[in-house]
């Protein structure tokens, strides 16, 4: 098995509870394409790991739409997979991502209403490929004031989804029935999605039109698991990070406190961690 | 009675909501005008007036059909319709149950693209995306005032863009090359408006036949239209009209039309306001230059060092006409013309001061007004097949060039000189690829050109009254030249593991004439020229390292026939001509490059003649050692590049060192005003060292750009006067800074300026004075309500050699309106209405000191419309 090394430059042997390994950039010559796409959307997506977190992560979400395929991912992954495949190509050595995002690629097929999700583990941890419950959302609709986002009115409808309490505004000026992440069936593109407890907070920041392919990139590592067994590995992973990349095949030195290097503590402390979907 | 009335509103209040507390549900189907149902489309029941305040909504099944169950304390409802694929439909209905059937129109419908932030820089593989919107400012009318705005990206006063300290090889509007390396007018006329992003394609190999088979060093840039811009015809006219001294006029029209298969970009121009039209003509094509040059010329005054639209008295009109087809799913057939008439009117007093070898100094004192006329006219049509196995490019282009003066000088006495220069040119490129294998291909380059210059030049009165008999001097001259060059290269012939080898074989012929008639000196002379040999490209790349070789062996014959003297003088030479370019990119942000080559150049007709030819009004040339002379030139160069588009930071250093070994100087004898050109053997040497400090900063706060750049350089030199070879040697330091930044939404501010030192000094003699120039332009935009906006900017230019004040300030100020379509500028230029410029240059052993005549304030108002 191949093996990875890691040395970690922290001043103490665990992991700050916030700190997270984004995965490493893999090189998109392996793909197969869906369909052209016909809009792109893309979100500011802020969001905290926990409740008690004070400042926001950001994340940039790309939204591909096509003919009833939408495609949802991380341009932040996807920059640094693109600049990967280029060097690669070169024989140079890439560029490491160093922000923390949504790892995940979510393809909605709205018409046979299914949902595949390819989620990008820390470092070289894997990709776990599932098939996602597709849900449905019981929408509220509000009669409050209309909200204006980008030039457009937004009417606001709520919904309980996975768990979680969620307010949204969309158009019907933009007749799209879709949004970020899966959240989908409004008479309109969704230009803003809040979690009640102000977790996550996705915002609309462009609206072109494309025609691009989606793709479906095969990554090095895929593991083919049930949602389940993806959520605990997801679980296990964000609450003892080290341990898991232990377990995983990487070799991990951290930087003791005395300057030392070393490995990490049988007994890592485990981190806070709230999946987005608590249901 | 009151109670009563009260009974019946609280009825009334209380029927009403039960209504309201009713569940209503709507079902139907949507069908299309033929009866079908239409799937997968938004149905919403919303109120009437409100379309936001919804209710109730779904997505109408496989086969149309829709339920939608809600509670709405109204008595009406509007159900809505709406798709991609349909036109939005509307019904409005009593708020009851019932089944309802809505009929649509299928018909696709558009959406508006909106973006509101997106990244500044992104960049994907090898291609670097700069967002326009992120670097426009409010006021830009063309996407070149953008363009200088990028980090990485430089553009130079003639509109040349490099990327990395190297001009670019391409220029693409939405991957077509509409443009054939005319992009400044491009630039200078495209609406920012149109361009969502500028992509810099890194190392792009334009030939994809070419393709991972010869590397290309040199990045290109790509525009990418807005998509509403797609298909839609744009016509913006410019009238302007203002006073000086005279009445002014500014007027311009620019069509644009991009489509998926054709782009059109066509322009007019005409103004007396001082704009300057013929740079954006300008051509950065590699192959686009003329073989000819005018060796009888009318004397001007050379351009001072600020802003040509302050000493530019002019009328000029020009038009362009650019057009670009896709043919099938590879080909492109371009066709561009371009247009100029120009009429430069320029006075100055200049005194040119010379050091001689014996220490005392040559002055010449005069006083220069006169009128040049230019029509310049040029256009090709260019024909490109390129696919993954073959590239075909057919291109002829022509050029013209008429221009007419004539002017009164006085230099101790009056003098008259009048000229003519005719230039006709015709070139073809032929361009062939073919890949005849997965690393194999065959590239052939073959350029004709055949090129003719007549032109005279006559001076009253007679400066050389010892050489020259009559009373006026009249010289006619011509340069005539066809001359084909011809390349062959045998791609990757020999492969051995990471080395490639390609070699090559080239054939150039060139036949170059020259006739003139001065008085009873007459020269009438051709010069044929073949160049032919074999070459050996060699490149080898491993991982992060490349290195590229390129040796030829030429055989070079040349013949020199003086019909007069009925002289026949040949020449046969070997040489071998090495070029390595060595790479190592470090790591994709760092990377280093040497280059080095060694080539010798070759005689010129225009140094070969040997009866006398009045090369200005006061400067007369013979070559007196007219042999077939070459010079040897070595160059070496050392540059480091960093990049990194996450901070946005660009940064390179260039060192490099030139040695030039010449058989033959050329030197000036000077004799009071007049100058005689003189020729010497020799095995004197000539050194040049020089260093560039580049960097570029783009900052996410108040969209703040920094560019510095500072150069030095070092000469060593040897140079003939008065029959003497003396050597010099001097070095010139130059820094440059330009800052643009956005503080407040409604303020924007932006900054170039410069310094410049030179010296020289002769060995064994005296020195020339340290010549210190510098410049700063700053200008503040205000944004202010109502679209309005405010800008002022000032320039200051500082010259130590100017004797009396050696500062110079100007100033201008205008307001602009922005109202839909129009837009309304009121210009002041030359606030301070200052009369004239003083500039002192010094380069070698000359100073020149000169007192230009520049416009005066003036007031100019433009009206700018979008028509369509």
């Given at each position: 098995?191949?093996?990875?090394?890691?040395?970690i430059?922290?001043?103490?042997?665990?992991?700050?509870?916030?700190?997270e390994?984004?995965p490493?950039?893999?090189?998109?010559g392996?793909?197969?394409?869906?369909?052209?796409s016909?809009?792109?959307?893309?979100?500011?997506?802020?969001?905290?790991?926990?409740?008690?977190?004070?400042?926001?992560?950001?994340?940039?979400?790309?939204?591909?739409i096509?003919d009833?395929?939408?495609?949802?991912?991380?341009?932040?992954?996807?920059?640094?997979?693109?600049l990967?495949?280029?060097?690669?190509?070169?024989?140079?050595?890439?560029?490491?991502?160093?922000?923390?995002?949504?790892?995940?690629?979510?393809?909605?097929?709205?018409?046979r209403k299914?949902?595949?999700?390819?989620?990008?583990?820390?470092?070289?941890?894997?990709?776990?490929?599932?098939?996602?419950?597709?849900?449905?959302?019981d929408?509220?609709?509000?009669?409050?004031?209309?909200?204006?986002?980008?030039?457009?009115?937004?009417?606001k409808a709520?919904?309980?989804?996975?768990?979680?309490?969620?307010?949204?505004?969309?158009?019907?000026?933009?007749?799209?029935?879709?949004?970020?992440?899966?959240?989908?069936?409004?008479?309109?593109?969704?230009?803003?999605?809040?979690e009640?407890?102000?977790?996550?907070?996705?915002?609309?920041?462009?609206?072109?039109?494309?025609?691009a392919?989606?793709?479906?990139?095969?990554?090095?590592k895929?593991?083919?698991?049930?949602?389940?067994?993806?959520?605990?590995?997801?679980?296990?992973?964000?609450r003892?990070?080290?341990?898991?990349?232990?377990?995983?095949?990487t070799?991990?030195?951290?930087?003791?406190?005395?300057?030392?290097?070393?490995?990490?503590?049988?007994?890592?402390?485990?981190?806070?961690y709230?999946?987005?979907?608590?249901? | 009675?009151?109670?009563?009335?009260?009974?019946?509103?609280?009825?009334?209040?209380?029927i009403?909501?039960?209504?309201?507390?009713?569940?209503?549900?709507?079902?139907?189907?949507?069908?299309?005008?033929?009866?079908?149902?239409?799937?997968?489309v938004n149905?919403y029941?919303?109120?009437?007036?409100?379309?936001?305040?919804?209710?109730?909504s779904?997505?109408?099944g496989?086969?149309?059909?829709?339920?939608?169950?809600?509670?709405?304390?109204?008595?009406?409802?509007?159900?809505?319709?709406?798709g991609?694929?349909?036109?939005?439909?509307?019904?409005?209905?009593?708020?009851?149950?019932?089944?309802?059937?809505?009929?649509?129109?299928?018909?696709?419908?558009?959406?508006?693209?909106?973006v509101v932030?997106?990244?500044?820089i992104?960049?994907?593989?090898d291609?670097?995306s700069?967002?326009v919107?992120?670097?426009?400012?409010?006021?830009?009318i063309?996407?070149?005032?953008?363009?200088?705005?990028?980090?990485?990206?430089?553009?130079?006063?003639?509109?040349?863009?490099?990327?990395?300290g190297?001009?670019?090889?391409?220029?693409?509007?939405?991957?077509?090359?509409?443009?054939?390396?005319?992009?400044?007018?491009?630039?200078?006329?495209?609406?920012?408006?149109?361009?969502?992003?500028?992509?810099?394609?890194?190392?792009?190999?334009?030939?994809?036949?070419?393709?991972?088979?010869?590397?290309?060093?040199?990045?290109?840039?790509?525009?990418?239209?807005k998509?509403?811009?797609?298909?839609?015809?744009?016509l913006?006219?410019?009238?302007?009209?203002?006073?000086?001294?005279?009445?002014?006029?500014?007027?311009?029209?620019?069509?644009?039309?991009?489509?998926?298969?054709?782009q059109?970009?066509?322009?007019?121009k005409?103004?007396?306001?001082?704009?300057?039209?013929?740079?954006e003509?300008?051509?950065?094509?590699?192959?686009?230059?003329?073989?000819?040059?005018?060796?009888?010329?009318?004397?001007?005054p050379?351009?001072?060092g600020?802003?040509?639209?302050?000493?530019?008295?002019?009328?000029?009109?020009?038009?362009?006409?650019?057009?670009?087809?896709r043919?099938?799913k590879?080909?492109?057939?371009?066709?561009?013309a371009?247009?100029?008439?120009?009429?430069?009117?320029?006075?100055?007093?200049?005194?040119?001061?010379?050091?001689?070898?014996?220490?005392?100094?040559?002055?010449?004192?005069?006083?220069?007004?006169?009128?040049?006329?230019?029509?310049?006219?040029?256009?090709?049509?260019?024909y490109?097949?390129?696919?993954?196995?073959?590239?075909i490019?057919?291109?002829l282009?022509?050029?013209?060039?008429?221009?007419?003066?004539?002017?009164?000088?006085?230099?101790?006495?009056?003098?008259a000189q009048?000229?003519?220069?005719?230039?006709?040119?015709?070139?073809?490129?032929?361009?062939?690829?073919?890949?005849?294998?997965?690393?194999?291909?065959?590239?052939?380059?073959?350029?004709?050109?055949?090129?003719?210059?007549?032109?005279?030049?006559?001076?009253?009165?007679?400066?050389?009254?010892d050489?020259?008999?009559?009373?006026?001097?009249?010289?006619?001259?011509?340069?005539?030249?066809?001359?084909?060059?011809?390349r062959?290269?045998?791609?990757?012939?020999?492969?051995?593991?990471?080395?490639?080898?390609?070699?090559?074989?080239?054939l150039?012929?060139?036949?170059?004439?020259?006739?003139?008639?001065?008085?009873?000196?007459?020269?009438d002379?051709?010069?044929?020229?073949?160049?032919t040999g074999?070459?050996?490209?060699?490149?080898?790349?491993?991982?992060?390292?490349?290195?590229?070789?390129?040796?030829t062996?030429?055989?070079?014959?040349f013949?020199?026939?003086?019909?007069?003297t009925d002289?026949?003088?040949?020449?046969?030479?070997?040489?071998?001509?090495?070029?390595?370019?060595l790479?190592?990119?470090?790591d994709?942000?760092?990377?280093?490059r040497?280059?080095?080559?060694?080539?010798h150049?070759?005689?010129?007709?225009?140094?070969?003649?040997?009866?006398?030819?009045?090369?200005?009004?006061?400067?007369?040339?013979?070559?007196?050692?007219?042999?077939?002379?070459?010079?040897?030139?070595q160059?070496?160069?050392?540059?480091y590049?960093?990049?990194?588009?996450?901070?946005?930071?660009?940064?390179?250093i260039?060192?490099?060192?030139?040695?030039?070994?010449?058989?033959?100087?050329?030197?000036?004898?000077?004799?009071?005003i007049?100058?005689?050109?003189?020729?010497?053997?020799?095995n004197?040497?000539?050194?040049?060292?020089?260093?560039?400090?580049?960097a570029?900063?783009?900052?996410?706060?108040?969209?703040?750009?920094?560019?510095?750049?500072?150069?030095y350089?070092?000469?060593?030199?040897?140079?003939?006067?008065?029959?003497?070879?003396?050597?010099?040697?001097g070095?010139?330091?130059?820094?440059?800074?330009d800052?643009?930044?956005?503080p407040?939404?409604?303020?924007?501010f932006?900054?170039?300026g410069?310094?410049?030192?030179?010296?020289?000094?002769?060995?064994?003699?005296?020195?020339?004075?340290?010549?210190?120039?510098?410049?700063?332009?700053?200008?503040?935009?205000?944004?202010?309500?109502?679209?309005?906006?405010?800008?002022?900017?000032?320039?200051?230019?500082y010259?130590?050699?100017n004797?009396?004040?050696?500062?110079?300030?100007?100033?201008?100020?205008?307001i602009?309106?922005t109202?839909k379509r129009?837009?309304?500028t009121?210009?002041?230029?030359?606030?301070?209405?200052?009369?004239s410029?003083?500039?002192?240059?010094?380069?070698?052993?000359?100073?020149?000191?000169?007192?230009?005549?520049?416009?005066?304030r003036?007031?100019?108002?433009?009206?700018?419309?979008?028509?369509?």
């Amino acid at each position: 098995m191949k093996q990875y090394y890691l040395l970690i430059l922290a001043t103490c042997i665990n992991l700050n509870a916030n700190a997270e390994l984004a995965p490493t950039p893999q090189p998109l010559g392996n793909f197969e394409t869906i369909e052209a796409s016909k809009y792109e959307v893309r979100y500011s997506f802020r969001f905290k790991k926990h409740n008690t977190d004070k400042e926001y992560l950001e994340d940039t979400r790309v939204l591909q739409i096509g003919d009833g395929l939408v495609k949802e991912y991380s341009d932040i992954i996807y920059h640094f997979d693109s600049l990967a495949t280029e060097n690669f190509r070169k024989g140079l050595p890439t560029s490491s991502n160093t922000n923390e995002t949504l790892p995940c690629e979510i393809f909605n097929y709205h018409k046979r209403k299914g949902i595949k999700v390819k989620y990008r583990l820390m470092l070289n941890g894997g990709v776990l490929c599932y098939d996602d419950r597709y849900p449905s959302f019981d929408w509220k609709f509000s009669e409050d004031a209309p909200m204006e986002i980008m030039g457009y009115s937004c009417g606001k409808a709520t919904v309980n989804f996975a768990g979680r309490e969620y307010s949204v505004w969309y158009t019907t000026d933009i007749p799209l029935p879709y949004g970020p992440y899966k959240f989908y069936g409004l008479p309109g593109l969704i230009l803003r999605v809040e979690e009640s407890n102000g977790m996550y907070i996705w915002e609309v920041f462009s609206v072109v039109k494309s025609s691009a392919p989606i793709n479906i990139y095969t990554y090095e590592k895929e593991i083919k698991c049930n949602r389940q067994d993806a959520n605990k590995t997801i679980g296990r992973m964000m609450r003892k990070p080290l341990t898991f990349l232990s377990s995983s095949g990487t070799k991990i030195m951290v930087a003791r406190s005395d300057g030392s290097f070393g490995a990490p503590s049988n007994n890592e402390q485990e981190n806070l961690y709230e999946p987005i979907e608590l249901e | 009675m009151r109670n009563l009335f009260i009974a019946v509103i609280l009825c009334f209040v209380c029927i009403g909501s039960v209504k309201g507390q009713t569940t209503t549900q709507i079902s139907g189907t949507i069908k299309n005008v033929i009866g079908n149902g239409v799937a997968d489309v938004n149905v919403y029941v919303s109120r009437v007036e409100q379309k936001y305040s919804v209710f109730a909504s779904c997505l109408s099944g496989t086969d149309g059909s829709f339920t939608l169950s809600f509670k709405a304390p109204v008595d009406s409802v509007c159900i809505n319709v709406s798709g991609l694929n349909i036109t939005p439909t509307s019904v409005i209905c009593d708020n009851k149950s019932q089944h309802r059937d809505i009929i649509v129109d299928e018909k696709a419908q558009e959406i508006d693209e909106v973006v509101v932030r997106a990244p500044k820089i992104y960049s994907k593989g090898d291609t670097i995306s700069y967002y326009v919107a992120s670097f426009q400012s409010k006021n830009d009318i063309s996407i070149g005032q953008v363009l200088r705005r990028l980090p990485g990206i430089t553009v130079s006063d003639a509109g040349q863009i490099s990327y990395k300290g190297q001009p670019i090889k391409n220029f693409y509007i939405e991957g077509l090359d509409l443009m054939k390396g005319r992009y400044g007018i491009a630039t200078n006329n495209i609406d920012p408006n149109s361009i969502s992003t500028i992509e810099v394609l890194e190392s792009h190999q334009d030939i994809k036949a070419l393709k991972d088979l010869k590397p290309e060093e040199r990045a290109s840039i790509n525009l990418k239209l807005k998509s509403g811009v797609k298909g839609v015809f744009n016509l913006i006219a410019t009238l302007g009209g203002g006073y000086e001294d005279k009445l002014l006029w500014d007027n311009e029209v620019i069509a644009t039309y991009f489509q998926r298969n054709s782009q059109l970009l066509a322009t007019y121009k005409g103004n007396n306001s001082g704009s300057d039209l013929e740079t954006e003509l300008r051509s950065f094509d590699d192959y686009d230059y003329s073989r000819t040059s005018t060796i009888s010329d009318i004397a001007i005054p050379a351009s001072p060092g600020i802003n040509k639209r302050y000493y530019y008295f002019n009328q000029s009109h020009s038009a362009t006409y650019n057009q670009v087809f896709r043919v099938g799913k590879n080909g492109e057939l371009g066709i561009n013309a371009a247009y100029l008439n120009d009429q430069d009117e320029r006075s100055n007093q200049s005194v040119t001061t010379t050091l001689l070898p014996d220490g005392s100094k040559n002055v010449v004192d005069e006083r220069f007004n006169g009128i040049l006329h230019r029509n310049i006219a040029n256009g090709n049509i260019t024909y490109m097949q390129n696919t993954e196995r073959n590239y075909i490019k057919e291109q002829l282009k022509f050029d013209w060039l008429s221009t007419d003066g004539h002017s009164n000088i006085y230099a101790g006495e009056d003098i008259a000189q009048e000229n003519n220069v005719e230039n006709y040119r015709l070139h073809n490129l032929f361009h062939l690829t073919s890949r005849t294998g997965s690393d194999k291909g065959v590239e052939f380059l073959s350029k004709i050109n055949l090129e003719k210059r007549p032109h005279s030049l006559s001076v009253a009165p007679n400066l050389f009254p010892d050489i020259i008999m009559s009373e006026q001097m009249f010289q006619s001259a011509e340069r005539r030249n066809i001359s084909t060059e011809n390349r062959l290269d045998f791609l990757s012939a020999i492969v051995w593991g990471n080395l490639q080898i390609h070699p090559t074989i080239f054939l150039d012929y060139s036949h170059n004439g020259l006739t003139s008639n001065l008085d009873t000196y007459r020269n009438d002379l051709r010069l044929t020229s073949i160049n032919t040999g074999i070459g050996i490209i060699a490149n080898y790349r491993i991982k992060r390292f490349y290195a590229d070789l390129y040796v030829t062996g030429n055989y070079r014959y040349f013949n020199l026939n003086n019909k007069d003297t009925d002289i026949d003088t040949d020449k046969h030479r070997f040489v071998v001509e090495p070029h390595l370019t060595l790479k190592y990119d470090i790591d994709g942000i760092n990377e280093l490059r040497f280059n080095a080559s060694l080539s010798h150049s070759n005689p010129a007709i225009e140094n070969l003649y040997d009866q006398y030819i009045l090369t200005s009004y006061r400067q007369l040339s013979v070559y007196e050692n007219n042999e077939l002379y070459q010079s040897q030139v070595q160059n070496y160069t050392l540059s480091y590049d960093y990049k990194n588009i996450v901070s946005m930071l660009f940064f390179g250093i260039d060192v490099g060192w030139t040695h030039n070994r010449p058989d033959v100087l050329y030197g000036s004898y000077y004799d009071g005003i007049s100058e005689r050109i003189t020729s010497i053997k020799t095995n004197e040497t000539m050194d040049v060292f020089s260093a560039k400090l580049r960097a570029n900063k783009g900052f996410d706060w108040k969209r703040l750009k920094i560019g510095a750049e500072c150069g030095y350089s070092y000469y060593d030199s040897p140079i003939l006067l008065q029959n003497e070879i003396i050597r010099y040697n001097g070095n010139s330091l130059s820094a440059k800074l330009d800052i643009t930044l956005t503080p407040f939404q409604w303020l924007s501010f932006s900054y170039d300026g410069s310094y410049y030192q030179s010296q020289t000094r002769m060995k064994n003699g005296g020195d020339m004075p340290l010549l210190r120039t510098i410049s700063n332009n700053a200008s503040l935009e205000f944004y202010l309500p109502y679209d309005i906006t405010l800008g002022a900017s000032a320039s200051h230019y500082y010259n130590n050699l100017n004797n009396d004040d050696g500062s110079f300030l100007l100033g201008e100020a205008n307001i602009k309106y922005t109202y839909k379509r129009w837009s309304f500028t009121l210009s002041c230029d030359n606030i301070f209405n200052k009369k004239s410029y003083v500039y002192s240059i010094s380069n070698g052993l000359t100073e020149n000191t000169s007192i230009y005549h520049i416009r005066p304030r003036s007031i100019l108002l433009k009206i700018r419309c979008r028509i369509f």
